[in-house]
Every structure is written in structure tokens, then in C-alpha cells.
């Protein structure tokens, strides 16, 4: 057995669809938190090359384990260990803006170099970083975009209108409003805390008595959603719909969502839940052929 794929109880579904797209094994590593939450890992295969496959939300847990499970595949024999995480986290903090901030995207991306011989991700939330491979040095790094897999749930047969909350999402709106001939208007964003934003949109007006669909990378209070969609029904906008790549919101803030009106919303399965609807195997599968990580 030259490649298999080992996932984790919280994303087996995901890893058995990328098992399945590649045509190989895919096995669960047994994990086991002790009364004092430390966590015996056990992987119950492993192949020349194993695949490790697991989205970071919630990744002060998750990352731990993954580590221990890599070094446990070595143990087992395996000469190449890919770390496939559709949602890569900690990387938004790319520098210490105050005295005394850890830089974490720094930390992390030395970990996942320093214990995996290779990277796959989806969307990676960069800032003021333009290439993975400044973040994680020293190993092959893959960035996809979700963007064409999210293009195929846009309806777009009363011409839409693609809204990106803020100029980051320039890109997604941009990708996906383009192949389907439908015009695209981008917010101007300031964040006053985790939880409160505000915007505006210029020429909002083109929403009137048209549907319009928020594009953006993730959701995860979804406030600045919320901000966008206030703005746009106050514009006219006859409904409001939200496309993303990565869906962290908690199904309180999914239940805010809604009664501002954002319905329906559709995400990748980078984090398996009730919004996921599009597919990111076939991508990640093709990648990792092309780049020879199978």
C-alpha cells in the first residue's frame, strides 16, 4: 500500500470522500483524552505516504493531535506525511500590532513545516501575507481556491448581484461573478471589535428589486454579514444570500443570520455542517496528483 488517508472522528465523512476520489484506504486515528485532557493517539495504518486529513476549526485541540498523529505514522513506516487541512486557522494574526502579541501565524506555520513534508489548504485567510510558502517555509505548500467549486451553486438566472463585504473578498466575488457574466460591487469595511463592524457599499443602488449574493472567504460570528445584508435590503435588494469557502458560525450565530434575512447559506465542506453543499475532494484530489503527493 503506497498512499492512504487518516482522518479524525470530528471529519471522517470529508476524509472518505477524498479517500474515495483518489481510490485508497482511509482509516480513523484513535484518539483518547485522559481525566487530565492530555490525548493518546493511535494510528491504526499507515502507508509510504499517509495523508492526513483534518480542517483546523477548533484548533487548539485538533493540533496537538495531529502533530502526535504524524509522528506516529512515522513510527509506523512512513516516508511522506501530507498534512491536507481545507481550513487552515491562525492565520489571520501575521504580525504583533501591540507590544507583547504572540505572532501566531509565525508559530504555526513553523510547526506544520517542522512535522509535515507537505501542505494542501483552501482559502488560507492571508492578510498582509501574498504566498503560503512565506508562511510555511521549507515544505511544498498548495493554496486553492474554492471559488470555481462555489460558482456551481450560484442560480444565476435573474442576474444576481455578488457582493463582497469588504475589499479581501475582491477576489472571491470576482472569480465566481466573471464565467457567469453577473456584476459585482465590493463594501469598504472598518471593524471596531471582534463582533461590530461597519460599511458601506459604493453604488449600492444596483441592488434594487434584485436578488444579491454576499461572497466572501468564511463566516464566523457573521457580523459583518449581517452589516452587508442591513445595507443592501435598505437598498432595495428583494432577498440576500451568503456564498463562503470556510462556515465556522455556531448555529446561534447561523439562527442570526437567518432573521436578518440571509437565506439561503452555502459553504465548501472544509468544516462538514449544515451549510456545506459543495464538494472540495475532486479539488484537492487533483492537486495532489499534480504535485505529486500521491
Known amino acids: 500500500m503506497s498512499t492512504t488517508v487518516l482522518g479524525f472522528f470530528d471529519g471522517m465523512a ?34 509510504r505516504t499517509v495523508i492526513l486529513y483534518r480542517s483546523l476549526d477548533d484548533p487548539d485541540r485538533k ?95 435573474d442576474s444576481p448581484v455578488v457582493v463582497g463585504p469588504d475589499s479581501e473578498s475582491r477576489q472571491w466575488t470576482e472569480t465566481i461573478a466573471a464565467p457567469l457574466g453577473l456584476e459585482t460591487l465590493v463594501a469598504s469595511k472598518q471593524r471596531l471589535g ?11 443602488d444596483q441592488v434594487k428589486g434584485r436578488r444579491a449574493i454576499l461572497v466572501d472567504d468564511m463566516i464566523s460570528s457573521g457580523r459583518t454579514l449581517v452589516e452587508a445584508a442591513g445595507v443592501l435590503y435598505g437598498a432595495g ?13 455556531s448555529a446561534d450565530d447561523l439562527a442570526v443570520l437567518e432573521a436578518n434575512g440571509i437565506a439561503p447559506i452555502a459553504s465548501s465542506d472544509s468544516v462538514d455542517g449544515p451549510t456545506s453543499k459543495a464538494q472540495l475532494a475532486p479539488l484537492i484530489c487533483r492537486a495532489l496528483q499534480e504535485n505529486g503527493f500521491t
Open 63 to 157: 493540533i496537538i493531535e495531529l502533530l502526535l498523529a504524524a509522528s506516529a505514522a512515522r513510527d509506523q513506516g512512513a516516508e511522506r506525511v501530507i498534512l491536507v487541512a481545507p481550513y487552515l486557522a491562525y492565520m489571520r494574526q501575521d504580525r504583533a500590532f501591540h507590544a507583547g502579541e504572540a505572532v501566531s501565524q509565525k508559530v504555526i506555520g513553523g510547526l506544520i513545516a517542522g512535522h509535515f513534508d507537505g501542505l494542501v489548504t483552501v482559502d488560507p485567510h492571508l492578510h498582509r501575507i501574498s504566498a503560503l510558502n512565506e508562511v510555511v517555509t521549507g515544505i511544498p505548500t498548495i493554496s486553492l481556491s474554492a471559488a470555481p467549486v462555489l460558482a456551481t451553486l450560484v442560480d444565476a438566472r
Open 237 to 249: 435588494a428583494t432577498s440576500v444570500e451568503a456564498l463562503v469557502t470556510h462556515c465556522l458560525a
Open 14 to 47: 470529508a476524509a472518505r470522500r477524498l479517500g474515495a476520489v483518489l481510490n485508497v484506504s482511509v482509516h480513523e486515528v484513535k484518539t483518547h483524552r485522559f481525566p487530565d485532557k492530555e490525548c493518546l493517539i493511535r494510528v491504526p495504518a499507515s502507508a
Open 194 to 204: 471582534d463582533r461590530q463592524v461597519s460599511l458601506a457599499i459604493p453604488h449600492v
